[in-house]
């Protein structure tokens, strides 16, 4: 990754003196995080990002904060930014629906709003689908609230303004999901505050003269050493199971090729971009991989990027695609395998019987592979529910494309991977336009 900016020896000593040597930092650590600075683009001398480190019982715990807007003058050079994030706080009386698989919110403010619940935001993108994120408001309120964490009971900018705070981390979540920005964490993912003097430090951090901390303190501190340890890492390998939700490749300046995927875990339904680099069969077997497609993959966590290292298709137990090299400090690991591309067979699900519908929206488009597809928004007569049916393949768009919005019809579906496919129109409804 090229750095977006260069500090001269005069910033770097500033840097150094006025950051990292206060804290009892190391060279190698203000090496670190200079390195980090210089290649997101974040100015410490003005404000972007804060060297912190503190004492654990583990040993001593270095993270480089950043804020919101730090984050996001970051994301504006990233390649596919279309805007800043659109984000809103949730209160009790409004009236919310929070797709995330389509990546939508629907919000409308109510007459009498009560209690936070949350907040949520959209952060959109040119050639990705968009991305939705909610984040609960009292699981963050809890462990940032100086009245509750403070051992004074010393209230914080939590307690004085929660809706701002808890929009920031909605934002703050979707930029980073949408987006590549590594190992960047803000004060509010943290648990950190800041002092009367602007002095960035935990919540409640022991004291040397303090002979016992509560055991709250000591376990929000161990995590904090955990989390921070395992952003540090600079291998993670990951397995689950992913849902295909968007793919796209093409050739890098230096002439590589590459592939960039949107993929949802689908245990814990968050949206990824992994990154495919130099491997012809591999991309090209994930180019034939059609959209809503359940992948077992290996993705390997490096520089806070996702590289997928093998996959294989859920549909059939075939041997996994393996990516051909790693990147691992600056060295290329060759897989010995041949690389297998899966072979991918139609899901045998259950049908459901044919039902009544409402068309309320009906969309087409194609895939990155050339493949055919429609979205149909509809309501079921009989219950009321609405459900969006994918119509996959040419056959089944020329089926589907002659229904018109406020006609009714019946229609066959089918349940596969968490999505709802078209199967067939009921006799009376075969017309083609």
């Avoid at 994030?85 to 919000?107: L, Q, T, W, Y």
């Avoid at 600056?330 to 009544?356: I, W």
């Avoid at 592979?369 to 049916?389: C, D, L, P, R």
């Avoid at 019946?410 to 596969?416: A, H, L, Y």
Wanted: net charge negative; charged share 25%; aromatic share 8%.
């Amino acid at each position: 990754m090229e750095k977006v900016l260069s500090f001269t020896n005069e910033q770097k000593s500033l840097i150094w003196s006025r950051f990292v040597q206060p804290t009892n930092g190391t060279q190698e650590e203000a090496n670190h995080f200079i390195e980090v600075c210089e290649t997101f683009g974040l100015n410490p001398l003005l404000g972007d990002i804060v060297f912190q480190r503190y004492e654990s019982k583990n040993g001593p715990v270095t993270s480089f904060i950043t804020t919101r807007d730090g984050l996001l003058r970051v994301a504006t050079t990233q390649d596919g930014y279309v805007g800043p994030p659109v984000a809103n706080v949730v209160r009790e009386g409004d009236k919310f629906e929070f797709i995330p698989s389509e990546g939508s919110v629907r919000h409308e403010f109510g007459q009498k709003r009560g209690q936070i619940l949350g907040a949520y935001a959209v952060m959109h993108h040119k050639r990705f689908r968009p991305v939705a994120v909610f984040v609960d408001f009292q699981e963050y309120f809890q462990a940032n609230s100086g009245e509750l964490n403070n051992r004074y009971g010393n209230k914080n900018v939590w307690d004085k303004m929660p809706s701002a705070m808890i929009q920031k981390i909605a934002e703050v979540f979707v930029l980073r999901r949408q987006f590549p920005l590594g190992g960047l964490y803000t004060r509010e993912e943290m648990s950190l505050e800041e002092d009367d003097n602007g002095n960035v430090g935990n919540i409640d951090e022991p004291m040397k003269s303090s002979p016992a901390p509560k055991k709250q303190n000591e376990s929000q501190t161990d995590q904090q050493a955990a989390e921070t340890t395992a952003q540090q890492s600079k291998d993670q390998n990951v397995e689950g199971i992913f849902i295909l939700q968007s793919f796209e490749k093409g050739v890098s300046p230096q002439n590589v090729q590459f592939a960039k995927l949107n993929v949802m875990d689908k245990e814990s339904k968050e949206v990824s971009l992994v990154l495919v680099k130099a491997n012809q069969e591999m991309i090209e077997s994930l180019s034939q991989v059609p959209m809503g497609e359940e992948l077992s993959m290996v993705i390997k966590k490096e520089s806070g990027f996702n590289f997928l290292v093998e996959f294989t298709s859920t549909q059939k137990n075939e041997k996994p695609a393996q990516s051909e090299s790693v990147m691992h400090s600056g060295q290329k690991d060759t897989v010995q395998q041949p690389v297998q591309q899966p072979v991918l067979q139609e899901k045998e699900t259950a049908s459901e019987p044919l039902d009544a519908f409402i068309m309320e929206k009906y969309e087409q488009g194609t895939t990155p592979a050339g493949i055919s597809f429609a979205k149909m928004y509809v309501k079921n007569v009989a219950s009321g529910t609405q459900t969006m049916v994918f119509a996959q393949g040419e056959e089944a768009v020329q089926q589907t494309k002659h229904l018109s919005v406020g006609e009714k019809f019946k229609m066959q579906t089918r349940t596969e991977n968490g999505f709802t496919f078209f199967e067939k129109l009921g006799d009376a409804d075969k017309g083609v336009a």
